[in-house]
């Protein structure tokens, strides 16, 4: 497990969050400390906060209570913040290239138009794709490339502003498992070379299993927080659901049985997590 630095600032802090809509609390007395270069997974099924989580890191939504803080400083600043979303191909008719998506990511962090800040805005998109292993296919329209090439530039984007925080909205949805597994390497190698603390929502946890120091798991308003073992096992996930679950680890991947049904007959409405067709 990464170990977490403990001399410098949390990368972000919440304490005594709540946020709700109308009379639905999502979560309340929510507190959570996130270390510079933690790897943070964030589970639960349909419908439990967890885009909205992310909505009030990146400022979107406003806590009803409680505070929040990047890189030490209050409140949510967007210039400390890479944010990858789920996959969604471009159309063919994009008239960007992957190079000018990337450029975004930079030119969110206010570089001039001088010469010698064009020349390290170049830099800057260069270091980025290369990070992705992305020179081969940089220059292409994106509407041309593959999901799997395409979310290698949105992770590139999301960096190239040296944030402090990564937020990921389930950034491997709709990837084969070779990309999903090279985009979760792409996103660990970030963390441990620069410090990044990543906040990671997805359904399906086995894909970042090997890099996940701690889980946030959101039920119907009840959460957990925890190291992977502490929260990913039969009576933490049966006490959230309030039935019985069962957690198996089969060779190196984890496999939950019973929270499908449960969250199909809660007040969660949909399905909760593949991990049973792992
Ligand atoms: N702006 C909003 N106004 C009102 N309700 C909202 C708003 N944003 C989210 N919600 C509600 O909050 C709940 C949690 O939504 P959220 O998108 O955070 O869930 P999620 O866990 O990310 O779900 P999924 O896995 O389906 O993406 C849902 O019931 C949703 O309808």
């Not at 977490?4 to 972000?12: D, E, G, K, Q």
């Not at 889980?215 to 659901?241: A, H, K, P």
């Not at 679950?245 to 399905?271: I, W, Y």
Request: net charge negative; with cysteine; glycine share 12%.
């Amino acid at each position: 497990m990464h170990e977490p630095s403990t001399a410098v600032a949390p990368a972000i802090e919440i304490s005594g969050g709540r946020l709700s809509f109308g009379p639905r609390v999502l979560w309340s007395d929510f507190d959570l400390s996130v270390a510079p270069g933690e790897f943070v997974a964030i589970l639960g099924p349909n419908g439990s906060g967890k885009t909205s989580l992310l909505r009030t890191l990146l400022g979107q939504y406003q806590l009803d209570a409680g505070e929040i803080s990047i890189g030490g400083r209050a409140g949510t600043s967007r210039g400390s913040i890479g944010y990858i979303p789920q996959q969604h191909p471009h159309d063919e008719g994009v008239p960007l290239r992957g190079r000018d998506l990337v450029g975004l990511g930079v030119d969110g962090r206010s570089w001039g138009i001088g010469f010698r800040n064009r020349k390290q805005r170049k830099l800057k998109v260069d270091l980025a794709i290369d990070q992705v292993d992305a020179r081969g296919f940089a220059d292409a329209p994106l509407g041309l490339l593959s999901g799997g090439e395409q979310q290698r530039l949105r992770v590139a984007q999301a960096l190239a502003g040296d944030p402090v925080v990564l937020l990921c909205d389930e950034p491997l949805l709709s990837l084969d498992p070779a990309n999903q597994a090279r985009v979760a390497a792409l996103i660990d190698r970030r963390r441990r070379s620069a410090g990044t603390a990543v906040v990671f929502v997805t359904h399906e946890i086995n894909p970042v299993l090997p890099y996940v120091d701690r889980v946030v798991y959101l039920v119907d308003g009840r959460f957990r927080i925890g190291t992977t073992d502490e929260v990913m096992n039969s009576q933490t996930l049966s006490e959230l659901y309030r039935t019985k679950v069962d957690v198996l680890r089969v060779r190196d991947r984890l496999v939950v049985v019973g929270a499908d049904e449960a969250a199909c007959h809660g007040d969660h409405g949909h399905p909760a997590m593949d991990t049973e067709t792992a």
